[in-house]
């Protein structure tokens, strides 16, 4: 007997940038824009309900995730300006509520801020525990997970930049 977790199929149909899948009587689109939390995230679109629907790249008034495990930055951040040109009114994240086309660009204002004000904290020499006690990116103290995760989301960025210097 193969248990589900055991085989995972792989792909008959591949696409590189857009493809279009019958649903029932209408139709999804999927738009691969490149690297974001991992290499192979698609943005899963419903014309027809103006809806979008991305795991784990995208949150809605929330912090990502920890300390960005596989997070590619600041492709990141590109990913979301990607989808902030798409025509759309509720996005669906993969955890959280849904929200509004103004609240994705709000993520990627963090995304923004975070990313530069570790870059500039490490540009004037500050180590990792003195950055987490200074960036505060207040303007987002209202995001979910806050409190707990700013300090991990800015010691991810570190890990990223040591990685992949920019």
């Given at each position: 007997i193969i248990e589900a977790s055991d085989?995972?199929?792989?792909?008959?149909?591949?696409?590189?940038?857009?493809a279009r899948v019958a649903l029932g009587d209408g139709e999804v689109v999927l738009h691969y824009f490149g690297p974001s939390h991992t290499d192979n995230v698609i943005v899963v679109e419903f014309p027809e309900e103006r809806a979008i629907f991305v795991v784990d790249s995208l949150n809605i008034n929330r912090l990502p995730y920890r300390n960005l495990p596989r997070f590619y930055m600041p492709e990141l951040i590109d990913f979301i300006r990607e989808i902030e040109a798409m025509d759309f009114d509720i996005a669906i994240p993969g955890h959280g509520a849904p929200g509004s086309p103004q609240e994705v660009t709000r993520y990627r204002e963090y995304l923004e801020a975070l990313h530069a004000a570790v870059h500039d904290a490490r540009a004037n020499g500050l180590s990792l525990?003195?950055?987490?006690e200074t960036i505060t990116l207040k303007e987002f103290s209202d995001f979910d997970n806050y409190d707990a995760w700013l300090s991990e989301n800015i010691e991810g960025v570190y890990r990223i930049l040591d990685e992949r210097p920019q």
């Open positions: 085989y995972t199929a792989p792909p008959n149909v591949t696409f590189k940038n857009k525990e003195e950055a987490q």
